[in-house]
């Protein structure tokens, strides 16, 4: 994972003298100082001594499991405090604590503009102004505050209600008001379609939602009509106060005249029925990647025992951490992760993907991004995101000139070297790193990765330029997220870690894809997670229930996760496979699609990839979103001109791109019958606003299919 050498002798002559002095004097101190301090030897070793420690073993010494983490071989973890068993009892437990500490914060808009671009294209740039923040019992206060309102309006405990809001600091105060005063969240992705939500707000029987103005005027405005019993809107801006053309019977109010409401000396001393640890806290609507939303059923004592095996990964967790929110809280991995940090007092100050960087599209040029403001020093990402930001730099350093570029590449190898053998570069950090390291504010000390495979060049990457551990996680809403996180010193790639200590992950034969928990040289099979943490199921889906969650004789709950992984000798879990993904070619060979994806991801001319196969045919075809500066400069190298939508429908673009896809499948040692044969270019990139993929940008393959019906039926020779 080396990055390619093409250097100049006498730098390189320099670029190791001046490490080797450095190594010297550098030496003696950091050798006594790590033997008088005689560290955790967990933390310490090489890169393959770190990875061969044991992390968890099979309880019962079969190789199917059940795994559990070394520390909980026991028993399992539910609580992160005694007596703190609901998630109302967690904010409580933060604000007596850490009272006058940051909790939330925003950052204040103070211009907004329309931006020109060269295509023509307007884009609204903003420039934003510090963070102003809510103490942890200001944001009690109004949690409390809006609970009581809620009420007052008519909201009734273990009644659901309903948020359908982007991810900012009223989203938490709304959710915390809920769980205060037990009402069910039901929670939808705001970047569902308007059937899905209608779905959604329908099959819970909402009465109350919580939105944004832009959400209530873009999404919800045109569907209202179709969602009879829904009663009140509750919009987190201040403004307008007046609401024309909805339709009668609905009341619409701003969050503040809510709190208003309850803050009311009369509706604020109405006593409130307090959750029970089985309660339902929140109804979770999946993405959709595989159909119609679910709604996931969550009881606080199931997300308590998932933010505890969470907590326990992240080292050294305080109330001096930051974290940045700007996931989806509506998905498993960012409300656990705050929920987190909530728990152990840190500051979340909120983020978009628009305005995350400096370079982000809708920071102005010239202002700085959120990450720059805030330095955060905890940050969950997903794949996709981080992909982005690899293929971002990597190609800063191509346009870099001789001298800078071979420093770059001498220092990005040597750390790796290091890494392996278990130093830190700190010359290396300071003097090449350090800007690329400011791109997340400079004070980034653990990423949590979740949501889908991350890619070993990707965690590398982050690893070395990043100079902070990427903690590899494996998790699905159904279990609350939890499942695995990889130790932070462990810097293997390729794995997901071992059990959190509130779950245990077992193994069960797949006949028909030939896993089995006796393969050699790891056992292999279907993953199940079992713990505290499995959720209480589907919402009014029996058939489903049945079909993914069971109770085995002990009386623990286990959920069939779908995903096929192997466990290694330290008891780290390895995704491998996905009985869904799984196609049986034509020919009787087994194709995994995202397995595919993953190794051609790295490719620098593919954007995003869908691989896609009919058991009917004899190959895999492939939908293709190009980098456009790269296919832009192969065009150019063979002399093909065109706008940017000529050049994706363009027979001898396609064949061009199928010929370096082609060769990167090589090199990444797939199979022949795995590669594409056949790949069609789209202009447009898929984003969760196209429908065409999630929030986290997991693949809707189903929509992906019915997008590209017309070339699936050209590539497979139909017409």
Known sequence: MKLKEDLNPILLLLFH?????????????SYLLSWVSQPDGGFYGSEEERAKRVKARSVEGCPEGPYRAVS???????????????????????????????????????????????????????????????????????????????????????????????????????????????????????????????????????????TSKELLETRLKAILIEVPRLQHIIVVENTPTTWPSYPRGIGIHNMTAVQKLGARPENAARERKQPLPSDIAVIMYTSGSTGIPKGVMISHSNILAGITGMAQRIPNLCEEDTYIGYLPLAHVLELSAELVCVSHGCRIGYSSPQTLADQSTKIK???????????????AAVPEIMDRIYKNVMNKVEEMN????????????????????????????????????????????????????????TQRFMNVCFCCPVGQGYGLTETCGAGTISELWD?????????????????????????????????????????????????????????????DENGQRWFCTGDIGEFQEDGCLKIIDRKKDLVKLQAGEYVSLGKVEAMLKNCPLIDNICAYANSDEIYVIGFVVPNQKHLLALADQYGIRGSWEELCNSKAMEELVL????????????????????????PEPWTPETGLVTDAFKLKRKELKTRYQDDIERMYGGK
């Open 659 to 682: 010929k370096v896809i082609t060769e990167a499948a090589l090199t990444a040692q797939l199979e022949r019958f795995e590669i594409p044969r056949k790949i069609c270019l789209s």
């Open 365 to 379: 040029r010239g202002s700085k991004g959120d990450t720059s403001v805030l330095q955060p020093t905890l940050m």
């Open 72 to 210: 909980a071989t026991k028993r399992l973890v539910t609580s992160l405090h005694p007596g703190v068993d609901t998630l109302d009892k967690v904010f409580e437990y933060a604000a007596t604590r850490f009272p006058h500490r940051d909790c939330l914060g925003t950052r204040e808009v103070i211009s907004e503009e329309d931006e020109q671009q060269s295509n023509g294209k307007v884009f609204k740039k903003v420039v934003l102004g510090e963070y102003r923040w809510l103490s942890y019992q200001e944001t009690l206060t109004a949690a409390t505050q809006l609970g009581s309102g809620l009420a007052s309006l008519g909201q009734r405990p273990k009644t659901n209600i309903a948020i359908f809001c982007e991810t900012r600091a009223e989203w938490i105060i709304a959710a915390q008001a809920c769980f205060m005063y037990n009402f069910p969240l039901v929670t939808l992705y705001s970047t569902l379609g308007g059937p899905a939500i209608v779905h959604g707000l329908n099959e819970t029987q909402v009465t109350h939602i919580i």
């Open 17 to 29: 003298l001046m490490v080797s002095i450095y190594t010297i004097i550098t030496f003696l101190p």
């Open 402 to 457: 001789c001298v800078q570029r071979t420093l770059f590449i001498l220092a990005y190898n040597y750390k790796l070297e290091q890494l392996a053998k278990g130093y830190s570069t700190p010359l290396c950090d300071r003097l090449v790193f350090r800007k690329v390291r400011s791109l997340l504010g400079g004070r980034t000390r653990v990423l949590l990765s979740g949501g889908a495979p991350l890619s070993a060049a």
């Open 491 to 551: 810097y293997s790639t390729g794995r997901v870690g071992g059990p959190l200590v509130c779950c245990e992950i077992k193994l069960k034969d797949w006949v028909e894809g030939g896993y089995r928990s006796t393969d050699k040289p790891h056992p292999r099979g279907e993953i199940l997670i079992g713990g505290p943490n499995i959720t209480m199921g589907y919402y009014k889906k029996e058939a489903k229930n049945q079909e993914d969650f069971f109770v």
